[in-house]
């Protein structure tokens, strides 16, 4: 009996025995993850598809129509995988609804200056026909477009980040420029001498920041070169009228992010580039090619080139 219970004993005990039977366990575990991985890849597909719905319902420009094309989607069931609850009470107040453009309050380019003694500056655009513009005495101060899947916006001056009055418009700005992302991660450029937020007053930037925070947004730094690492869980990148050097490199970066659905706020000031060589205002990083005198070499225009606009020597008084 006891040789016996010890055969069996050994057997149980085998390297064979113990190596299949590790074997069998982790195909178990292999196949169980591979199941929950389809569940959960099926189950984002289904959530960017409906989200993808909710972004249509939302292009009319009639508040009272998106609404109703919202209650529409719910009540045929077509969105089911997010919250239908949240939905419904934005549907049921259709003031409330965001549009699939920005509506800013612009009236004069006045409207983007937290300062009253500041001058805005122009912009311009190679095709009119793809950007909503906001113009002053026939100049345009902001310009947005859709660019392949993201969108991007201009601002002529970057006083607009200062919040003050414009803390609206901002908002309408941010909610515009991450919904087809539908990241919440907010990113400034800190990397290449940008006016804001480097040069900007603290109190400022926190004040900002702390109003991000109160509209839902997480707030993020990058201070290193922009690239795909830096850009993957974010919503909207800030570039905050840079004067140092923006690589190719970073602008292609920035140009895949927004192609892939992200938001870009380009914020400059293109009349004040011609000061960039006087040397309390210079930036003191490597220079690539800046040439105060001109413009083409301004580094928010190299990285807004691709999107068909720039910042020219205009004021606008």
Not at 57 to 79: C, H, M, Q, T
Not at 139 to 151: D, H, Q
């Amino acid at each position: 009996m006891e040789t016996d219970s010890k055969r069996k004993k050994s057997k149980w005990e085998s390297p064979i025995i113990i190596t299949v039977a590790t074997a069998v366990i982790g195909l178990i575990g292999t196949a169980a993850g591979a199941v929950l991985q389809g569940f959960h890849e099926t189950n984002l597909s289904r959530q960017k598809f409906e989200s993808s719905l909710i972004f249509k319902a939302l292009e009319p420009s009639d508040a009272l129509e998106r609404a109703n094309y919202l209650k529409f989607l719910i009540d045929a069931g077509l969105v089911n995988s997010l919250d239908v609850k949240k939905i419904e009470d934005l549907a049921s107040n259709p003031e409330r609804l965001p549009s699939s453009s920005p509506e800013l309050g612009l009236a004069s380019s006045t409207d983007i200056l937290s300062s009253p003694w500041s001058l805005p500056g122009g912009i311009e655009v190679d095709d009119k026909e793809k950007w909503d513009s906001w113009e002053d005495g026939g100049v345009s101060f902001a310009v947005s477009r859709k660019y392949k899947l993201g969108n991007v916006i201009a601002f002529g001056h970057d006083d607009i980040l200062k919040g003050s009055g414009n803390l609206k418009n901002l908002k309408q700005s941010f909610m515009w420029l991450s919904k087809p992302s539908g990241k919440n991660i907010i990113a400034f450029s800190t990397d290449h001498c940008e006016w804001f937020p480097n040069r900007t007053n603290r109190t400022e930037v926190e004040n900002l920041s702390y109003a991000l925070q109160d509209w839902g947004y997480e707030v993020k730094f990058i201070s290193e070169s922009i690239n795909d690492d830096s850009l993957d869980d974010v919503g909207v990148l800030v570039v905050g009228n840079a004067w140092g050097n923006i690589s190719d490199t970073e602008i292609n970066a920035i140009e895949k992010f927004v192609s892939k659905g992200g938001g870009f706020m380009a914020v400059g000031l293109g009349w004040s580039w011609g000061q960039s060589d006087q040397e309390q205002l210079k930036c003191h990083l490597p220079s690539y090619g800046e040439n105060a005198n001109d413009l083409s070499t301004y580094p928010m225009n190299r990285v807004f080139a691709s999107y068909g606009a720039r910042w020219t020597g205009k004021i606008i008084e």
